[in-house]
């Protein structure tokens, strides 16, 4: 069996993607992880702690996948059509649930700084993903627009349609 700390993290992983932040409380992630109050507060003092712990763990689970997903490309090009095709592939293992950070963007406050900083870098670096593929910075500023509004779309229509079609956009761009 995993650790008290490990427990609490793949628990609130799945509560938060599942349910979304402020839907998940503190007393649902101890009995579900089978924890004791006091283990909790000993690894995480808020649940805005366990927030950015948590984002922290997706930026990097999220950039490990997509780097396994697109190691296959030839190049750039063939890498970036494929980051599309990794938006259908998340889509599918978990159930068009869209980008963990901006579902907890859309539900936190602005004194939530910390969390905040972390779902920026998380798209910066996504940004950069696509600028480091492109030398025109105005064009991988386009391909992460239609990647996110992909993302987006994908989670509300619980479809990969737009994704399909953004995918042929950007073959036709690059």
Same mark, same amino acid.
């Not at 366990?50 to 890498?79: G, P």
């Given at each position: 069996?995993?650790?008290?700390?490990? %427990?609490?993290?793949?628990?609130?992983?799945?509560?938060?993607?599942?349910?979304?932040?402020?839907?998940?409380?503190?007393?649902?992630? @101890?009995?579900?992880?089978?924890?004791?109050?006091?283990?909790?507060?000993?690894?995480?003092?808020?649940?805005?702690?366990?927030?950015?712990?948590?984002?922290?763990?997706?930026?990097?689970?999220? &950039?490990?996948?997509?780097?396994? &997903?697109?190691?296959?490309?030839?190049?750039?090009?063939?890498?970036?059509?494929?980051?599309?095709?990794?938006?259908?592939?998340?889509?599918?293992?978990?159930?068009? %649930?869209?980008?963990? &950070?901006?579902?907890?963007?859309?539900?936190?406050?602005?004194?939530?700084?910390?969390?905040?900083?972390? @779902?920026?870098?998380?798209?910066?670096?996504? %940004?950069? &993903? +696509?600028?480091?593929?492109?030398?025109?910075?105005?064009?991988?500023?386009? @391909?992460?627009?239609? +990647?996110?509004?992909?993302?987006?779309?994908?989670?509300?229509?619980?479809?990969?349609?737009?994704?399909?079609?953004?995918?042929?956009?950007?073959?036709?761009?690059?």
């Amino acid at each position: 069996m995993n650790s008290p700390k490990e %427990r609490i993290l793949e628990t609130t992983a799945h509560l938060f993607h599942q349910q979304g932040y402020n839907s998940t409380g503190i007393n649902q992630i @101890i009995k579900e992880a089978k924890v004791a109050k006091a283990s909790f507060y000993q690894h995480f003092e808020s649940k805005d702690k366990l927030c950015l712990q948590y984002l922290n763990n997706r930026h990097t689970f999220w &950039f490990n996948q997509l780097s396994e &997903f697109t190691a296959i490309a030839k190049n750039s090009k063939e890498k970036i059509v494929l980051a599309f095709d990794f938006i259908i592939y998340m889509n599918k293992k978990e159930n068009y %649930r869209g980008c963990s &950070f901006l579902n907890i963007l859309s539900e936190i406050s602005k004194e939530q700084k910390d969390i905040l900083n972390i @779902i920026q870098l998380h798209k910066n670096d996504l %940004r950069n &993903f +696509f600028r480091e593929l492109i030398d025109d910075e105005l064009l991988a500023t386009h @391909i992460y627009l239609l +990647f996110e509004s992909s993302i987006i779309e994908s989670q509300l229509f619980k479809s990969n349609e737009i994704v399909t079609k953004s995918k042929t956009i950007v073959t036709n761009l690059i």
